[in-house]
């Protein structure tokens, strides 16, 4: 059974920084590649960042970009997002998820992050 599991968010005031942590269970994920989404309330899920599998090159949303660093260890089945200067748009629940050709093929249950002004 694939099981990803998020935690690591919390209530952080505009500024701070959280590291997100995503356990993956269930199968090696060693050759997918990971990605982090989030959504707000009363908004779509948008995607926030992936590495690749092969080489781990990164990508991030404009929107984060500078500010959200994505990792991984594949030894250890992890996936980590580490979040500094925080804004208040930032609010949202966070998943993680692994990646196939097609798009995300399995999801975790998520983690709320709430940045406060």
């Known amino acids: 059974q694939v099981q990803l599991v998020e935690s690591g968010g919390g209530l952080v005031q505009a500024g701070g920084s959280l590291r997100l942590s995503c356990a993956a269970s269930?199968?090696?994920?060693?050759?997918?590649?990971m990605g982090w989404y989030r959504q707000a309330p009363g908004k779509d899920r948008e995607f926030v960042a992936r590495?690749?599998?092969?080489?781990?090159?990164?990508y991030y949303a404009d929107s984060v970009k500078g500010r959200f660093t994505i990792s991984r260890d594949n030894a250890k089945n992890m996936v980590w997002l580490q979040m500094n200067s925080l804004k208040p748009e930032d609010t949202a629940v966070y998943y993680c998820?692994?990646?196939?050709?097609?798009?995300?093929?399995?999801w975790g249950q998520g983690t709320q992050v709430t940045v406060s002004s």
């Open positions: 269930g199968r090696s994920f060693s050759r997918s590649s």
């Open positions: 590495i690749s599998w092969s080489d781990g090159k990164t």
């Open positions: 998820a692994s990646l196939s050709l097609l798009g995300p093929d399995y």
